[in-house]
């Protein structure tokens, strides 16, 4: 009977695991197995592996043959690295310290292989987030300003039908502003700025001096013209020489007497 180490699948679909077995060669594969040694779960990266490392060595030693995954997974983990040194320290080139010195330096260097990539898959995962944050941010203010430019537009149109909605409002005469007085230009000449207010007070005035005052007072004027002219000839006449007349005595002044 051929002994095998190979990998039973287990879990659900599209997300296996494998456990680390002996059995049969002729067994199916979910058949029976005569040990179960360890697990394998490639889900993972780097890939979890749980292996009993004296019973792999044990099985190896009795003539069981792995498979090629399986044979991968024994290599990663330093089992077949091992017992290659065992075999040496069997024919007489080293002892078992110099295996065991060689096997840990070697075990270090696939520590720190394996701690790389841990890392080097951690940061590229950090990277990836923080592209995908930044592209995101992107195309959220591409939106925004989309949104505003279409609420901009939204708003003048509803203020435009509002205008047309709306009668045309009667202009209301602005209040009168206090005046400037104009500045001495360079060139001699005096700038008059008068204001909207300005001018509407002007013109009431105008229409005020047009409008006729009623004839009552014109003729009062005009007597007191007369009146002035009449004086003046009366002391014109007296200047001549003229004698005003004399007043005839009263009778009554005679009988008293």
Same mark, same amino acid.
């Given at each position: +009977?051929?002994?095998?180490?190979?990998?039973t699948?287990?879990?659900?679909?599209? %997300?296996?695991?494998?456990h680390?077995? *002996?059995? #049969? &060669?002729r067994?199916?594969?979910?058949?029976? %197995?005569?040990e179960? *040694? &360890?697990?394998?779960?490639?889900?993972? #990266?780097?890939?979890? *592996?749980?292996?009993?490392?004296?019973?792999? +060595?044990?099985?190896? #030693?009795?003539?069981?043959?792995?498979?090629?995954?399986?044979?991968?997974?024994?290599s990663?983990?330093?089992?077949? +690295?091992?017992?290659?040194?065992?075999? &040496?320290?069997?024919k007489?080139? %080293?002892?078992?310290?110099?295996?065991?010195?060689?096997?840990?330096?070697? +075990?270090?260097q696939? #520590?720190?292989?394996?701690e790389?990539?841990?890392?080097r898959? %951690?940061?590229?995962?950090?990277?990836s987030?923080?592209?995908?944050?930044?592209?995101?941010?992107?195309?959220?203010? !591409?939106?925004?300003?989309e949104?505003?430019?279409?609420?901009?537009?939204?708003? =003048?149109?509803? =203020?435009?039908?509002?205008?047309v909605?709306?009668?045309?409002?009667?202009?209301?005469?602005?209040?009168?502003?206090?005046?400037?007085?104009p =500045?001495?230009? !360079?060139?001699?000449?005096?700038t008059?700025?008068?204001?909207?207010?300005e001018?509407?007070?002007?013109?009431v005035?105008?229409?005020?001096?047009?409008?006729?005052?009623p004839?009552?007072?014109?003729n009062?004027?005009?007597?007191?013209e !007369?009146?002035k002219? !009449?004086?003046?000839?009366?002391v014109?006449?007296?200047s001549?020489?003229n004698?005003p007349?004399?007043?005839?005595?009263?009778?009554?002044?005679?009988?008293?007497?």
């Open positions: +009977m051929s002994v095998k180490i190979r990998l699948r287990q879990g659900k679909k599209r %997300f296996a695991y494998y680390i077995v *002996i059995a #049969d &060669g067994a199916p594969r979910a058949g029976r %197995f005569v179960k *040694i &360890g697990t394998y779960n490639p889900n993972t #990266d780097p890939a979890t *592996i749980d292996i009993d490392f004296d019973k792999a +060595m044990e099985w190896l #030693d009795k003539g069981a043959q792995p498979t090629e995954t399986v044979s991968a997974i024994l990663y983990k330093g089992i077949l +690295m091992k017992r290659h040194l065992l075999g &040496g320290v069997k007489g080139v %080293f002892n078992e310290e110099e295996a065991e010195r060689r096997f840990s330096e070697w +075990m270090k696939k #520590d720190s292989k394996i790389a990539k841990r890392e898959i %951690f940061r590229e995962k950090e990277e987030v923080q592209k995908h944050l930044e592209n995101e941010s992107k195309v959220k203010e !591409t939106r925004a300003q949104i505003l430019k279409k609420t901009s537009k939204l708003a =003048e149109q509803a =203020e435009e039908d509002k205008a909605a709306q009668p045309a409002e009667v202009p209301q005469t602005p209040e009168p502003a206090e005046k400037v007085k =500045e001495a230009d !360079t060139t001699g000449y005096e008059e700025e008068t204001t909207a207010g001018i509407n007070q002007e013109q005035a105008e229409k005020k001096e047009s409008v006729p005052e004839a009552e007072e014109v009062e004027e005009q007597g007191q !007369t009146a002219e !009449t004086e003046g000839q009366e014109t006449n007296d001549e020489g004698e007349e004399e007043k005839a005595e009263d009778p009554k002044e005679e009988k008293s007497e």
